[in-house]
């Protein structure tokens, strides 16, 4: 059997959230730091990277044994699920975590937003001298609704693992929820939610049963 199944949802965020984007070329008395956007259309978006990162860092605290100095050396469920570069031959990742598009552009303006994005105030204090060094930091306002499109990618002969592979990354999802998403969450930036969690098969036939769990496995991680 060889298959891929897709997994969707919906992912809620819940305080401003910055995941940081290039300002090499910032006018002058532009934002400090602003957040990634989509160049086609100037919105905010979320990379796959960002996300994929997250939980394989979360899941790593969880699973691993003792610390691994690299991915690579992480525990064997994470790798097979996540890929790994040491061995022969080469194990790649099963799981495809595509960049997330802002969904509800149309409602927030609804509500009056004449930005999809805020600006935070920051500053330090120099406890010696008392120098102050504010900044501008730009964050995703909350409320904002981002669509998620994983492909998992199931091998043939190795039924049995899907499900394996989908509580792991399930796990993922609630780690995520109970932790932060982009900079700065130890200042109450990055709360996401995760909502209406989904896998289908798109690619092969994957048995009815085996989705049915899958679902269910998810449905459980959503909403935390």
Not at 119 to 146: H, W, Y
Not at 183 to 208: C, M, P, Q, T, W
């Amino acid at each position: 059997m060889y298959a891929k199944i897709r997994i969707t949802g919906t992912m809620e965020v819940k305080t401003g959230m910055h995941i940081g984007g290039s300002s090499a070329f910032a006018a002058i008395g532009a934002v400090d730091a602003p957040v990634v956007k989509d160049t086609r259309t100037n919105l905010p978006m979320v990379p796959g990277s960002s996300l994929k990162g997250k939980m394989r860092a979360l899941l790593a605290k969880e699973y691993n044994t003792e610390l691994a100095k690299k991915p690579d050396d992480d525990a064997p469920c994470l790798t097979r699920l996540f890929g790994c570069a040491k061995g022969v031959p080469v194990r790649r990742s099963r799981v495809l975590v595509s960049d997330m598009f802002l969904m509800n552009e149309d409602e927030l303006r609804g509500q009056g937003l004449q930005s999809l994005t805020e600006i935070k105030f920051e500053n330090t204090i120099n406890r010696a001298t008392a120098v102050a060094n504010p900044r501008q930091i730009e964050r995703v306002i909350r409320g904002s609704l981002f669509g998620m499109d994983i492909m998992y990618e199931a091998e043939d002969g190795k039924e049995k693992e899907i499900l394996e592979d989908m509580s792991v990354l399930a796990e993922g999802f609630r780690l995520v929820q109970y932790d932060y998403l982009g900079g700065n969450g130890s200042r109450g930036y990055g709360k996401v939610i995760f909502h209406d969690l989904k896998a289908e098969a798109v690619v092969g036939s994957v048995a009815d049963e085996i989705l049915a769990e899958c679902n269910g496995i998810l449905r459980d991680a959503a909403g935390c």
